[in-house]
């Protein structure tokens, strides 16, 4: 039995040692663009170390003078402590505070005023407390002056009474008949009612009517003085 052996295809075999040849020439490319260009970082280092040296040159070169011949004042370092004195004030401010010590005085003023006022017007009460205190003293003398001649006088008459009581009737009556009423009245008025009614049974009729309205009208008088408001 034959066995029979294909032939090699050429097509697939071209291809892939053609792109072999392309690899191996990209890769020879490649190492040479990395073998002839400057690294990056070497290229950082240079640009860093010139322009440390032209920084030491500008540091060294001594400073020009000015051309006005004056002398530079040096600027204070931000570390030094800066001495702050008081802020200005405006004049809205210093106009305020003129408005506001003027207020201050005026109610000092005010209170000056009260304070005297006050003072005048305690001194006020004293003096009046002192002259009511005065005027009352004088009052309970008054009363006592007049409670004891109103007992002098109702002594006096109690004496009038006693007489009369101790006469008759009809003797009584004679001398009533003829007493006129500011004695008669008093002596009626403080007898008993029984010795009063015999005596005014024997006077004259029209002057026991006489006697017997005055008083009543007396005795009015006298309950409306003692009686109390409401009472």
Same mark, same amino acid.
């Given at each position: 039995?034959?066995?029979?052996?294909?032939?090699?295809?050429?097509?697939?075999?071209?291809?892939?040692?053609?792109?072999?040849?392309?690899?191996?020439?990209?890769?020879?490319?490649?190492?040479?663009?990395?073998?002839?260009?400057?690294?990056?970082?070497?290229?950082?280092?240079?640009?860093?170390?010139?322009?440390?040296?032209?920084?030491?040159?500008?540091?060294?070169?001594?400073?020009?003078?000015?051309?006005?011949?004056?002398?530079?004042?040096?600027?204070?370092?931000?570390?030094?402590?800066?001495?702050?004195?008081?802020?200005?004030?405006?004049?809205?401010?210093?106009?305020?505070?003129?408005?506001?010590?003027?207020?201050?005085?005026?109610?000092?003023?005010?209170?000056?005023?009260?304070?005297?006022? %006050?003072? @005048?017007?305690? !001194?006020?009460? *004293? #003096?009046?407390?002192?002259?009511?205190?005065? /005027?009352?003293? +004088?009052?309970?003398?008054? %009363?006592? @002056?007049?409670? !004891?001649?109103? *007992? #002098?006088?109702?002594?006096?008459?109690?004496? /009038?009474?006693? +007489?009369?009581?101790?006469?008759?009737?009809?003797?009584? !009556?004679?001398?009533?008949?003829?007493?006129?009423?500011?004695?008669? /009245?008093?002596? +009626?008025?403080?007898?008993?009612?029984?010795?009063?009614?015999?005596?005014?049974?024997?006077?004259?009729?029209?002057?026991?009517?006489?006697?017997?309205?005055?008083?009543?009208?007396?005795?009015?008088?006298?309950?409306?003085?003692?009686?109390?408001?409401?009472?």
């Amino acid at each position: 039995m034959t066995l029979k052996i294909p032939a090699p295809r050429l097509l697939p075999a071209t291809i892939l040692t053609l792109a072999a040849v392309l690899v191996l020439k990209c890769g020879v490319l490649v190492q040479a663009a990395i073998t002839h260009r400057p690294r990056p970082d070497s290229l950082i280092v240079a640009a860093a170390r010139a322009a440390g040296s032209d920084a030491s040159k500008e540091h060294t070169k001594p400073a020009a003078p000015p051309a006005n011949g004056e002398q530079k004042i040096p600027v204070q370092s931000a570390a030094e402590p800066v001495k702050e004195g008081p802020p200005p004030v405006s004049a809205s401010e210093k106009a305020l505070l003129q408005d506001l010590r003027q207020r201050r005085q005026e109610l000092d003023a005010r209170a000056d005023a009260v304070a005297t006022r %006050e003072s @005048l017007l305690l !001194a006020t009460e *004293q #003096k009046l407390a002192g002259r009511v205190s005065e /005027l009352q003293s +004088l009052q309970k003398r008054l %009363e006592g @002056l007049d409670s !004891a001649q109103k *007992q #002098k006088e109702d002594a006096g008459w109690q004496g /009038l009474v006693k +007489l009369y009581e101790a006469m008759k009737p009809k003797d009584a !009556a004679t001398i009533f008949n003829e007493l006129s009423m500011p004695v008669l /009245l008093p002596v +009626l008025d403080r007898m008993k009612e029984a010795k009063a009614a015999s005596v005014m049974a024997a006077m004259n009729p029209d002057k026991a009517r006489e006697v017997t309205a005055e008083l009543a009208q007396l005795r009015t008088r006298r309950d409306a003085r003692t009686t109390p408001p409401g009472g």
